[in-house]
């Protein structure tokens, strides 16, 4: 029992030694790996990875403009269709109101009377209350004419004339009796036959808003000919607002422009301003050509900086010559780009940095192995042939 009692301690202190001697191994613990193995594979490894991360970053970012600019391009699209068809149904509903009944009968009763000649000869004012504006503006025409502008506010006032220019119906008192010299008339009628025309943008004092005139002619149930002109003002306020806003979309821009430049309506400018658009010199190349596209995105290098421009135009022009309008959507591209640019930075830092790294290790590995022979020279000098062994 007693030689047991003592070797008891003896075990324990042995299994503490193995102890300590495992964690003094575990401490000595190195991993030993050649610089120049170590370097070779950096080399091998980020190099080729630096590299295909500058292209990559290169192509992200020729994507995101490409993902803005069709981006801007739809919004041009949107905001040129909403403009062509405001227009074309202004359009179709002053047609509407040339073919009624009431309408066409009143023109071609003034034109079997032979119209008012006097007026067709010399334009008289009409005065207020006189025989002849009482005569317009109590007939049944003038009635549907004024019930036609009270259903749709957007018409100010609507004139219709006969082939010769006297004024036959109307929704107010006549500025004059004849329009015979009035050169819109003339275009409209078109020596009988007939064309649809749209005015330039003027501005109504009274109602403090934009507006154009479109002529249409009215033409005979019967032979189908022009027995007359229906002219209507029409007020585009509503569709010039939606280009006035300060943005649309994250600091973007909309204008409508003219195929001259200048500024119809936009934020801080309208048509009466006549303000160049310098985001449209950046596309003129693209639309002035006959073969040009009609919608498109663009990077323009302006006096601020670069934008991407997207642009549409409204088709307008085919139909009517005074309409060439465009729809400009621009934004800076730093703005533009600016929530996914900073990923972009991020990524093209760390491939900097990591061949900066490299370039130090390289430079470190360089430097080291030329101080590990250095003192072989101190040891061992260069003997010059003055103590040579006899031979």
């Known amino acids: 029992m007693a030689f047991t009692a003592r070797k008891a ?38 190099v080729p990875m630096s590299i295909a991360g500058l292209i990559l970053t290169q192509h992200s970012d020729q994507s995101l403009d490409n993902a803005i600019g069709a981006n801007f391009r739809t919004m041009a699209e949107m905001f040129s269709n909403e403009v062509s068809q405001y227009m074309l149904d202004r359009v179709n509903d002053v047609v509407a109101m040339s073919s009624d009944p009431a309408i066409v009968q009143a023109v071609s009763a003034g034109n079997h009377s032979g119209g008012n000649k006097a007026a067709e000869q010399k334009p008289v004012m009409v ?47 006549p500025a004059a009796a004849s329009y015979a010299r009035n050169e819109a008339w003339q275009g409209v009628f078109n020596n009988g036959q007939g064309a649809i025309k749209i005015g330039g943008i ?35 306020t509503p569709l010039l607002l939606r280009f006035r806003q300060s943005q649309i979309s994250n600091g973007a821009r909309a204008w409508l422009v003219n195929e001259d430049a200048h500024i119809i309506s936009g934020p801080s400018a309208d048509v009466f301003a006549r303000v160049q ?38 088709g307008l022009k085919k139909t009517y010559d005074n309409l060439g309008w465009y729809v400009l959507v621009s934004q800076d591209e730093r ?30 590995y360089y430097l080291h192995r030329s101080q590990r022979f250095a003192h072989l020279a101190e040891d061992f000098p260069v003997d010059h042939g003055r103590h040579a062994p006899a031979i």
């Not at 929530?339 to 900097?352: E, G, K, N, T």
Request: charged fraction near 15%; proline fraction near 4%; hydrophobic fraction near 50%.
């Open 9 to 46: 301690p003896q075990a324990a202190n042995r299994a503490m030694r193995m102890r300590v001697a495992w964690r003094c191994d575990v401490d000595r613990l190195e991993v030993r790996v050649s610089i120049t193995k170590l370097l070779l594979a950096l080399i091998i490894l980020i």
């Open 127 to 173: 005065a207020k209350g006189s025989g002849v504006a009482a005569g317009i503006l109590g007939n049944s025409a003038s009635q549907v004419l004024r019930r036609r502008r009270d259903l749709d506010p957007r018409f100010l006032r609507i004139v219709a004339t006969n082939d010769a220019g006297a004024v036959v119906a109307a929704t107010h008192n």
């Open 202 to 236: 003027l501005s109504d004092e009274f109602s403090k808003s934009s507006y154009v005139t479109i002529g249409v002619p009215v033409p005979d149930p019967a032979s189908s000919a022009t027995v007359g002109v229906l002219s209507a003002a029409v007020d585009i």
């Open 277 to 314: 658009s310098p985001e449209f010199g950046a596309i003129h190349d693209s639309v002035g050509l006959p073969e040009g596209t009609q919608s498109g995105w663009t990077m323009a290098n302006l006096a601020f900086g670069r934008s991407i421009v997207g642009y549409a135009g409204t």
């Open 335 to 364: 703005q533009a780009t600016a929530p996914i640019r900073v990923l972009s930075q991020f990524a093209l830092l760390m491939v900097v940095l990591a061949l900066c790294m490299l370039t130090l290790l390289s430079v470190y």
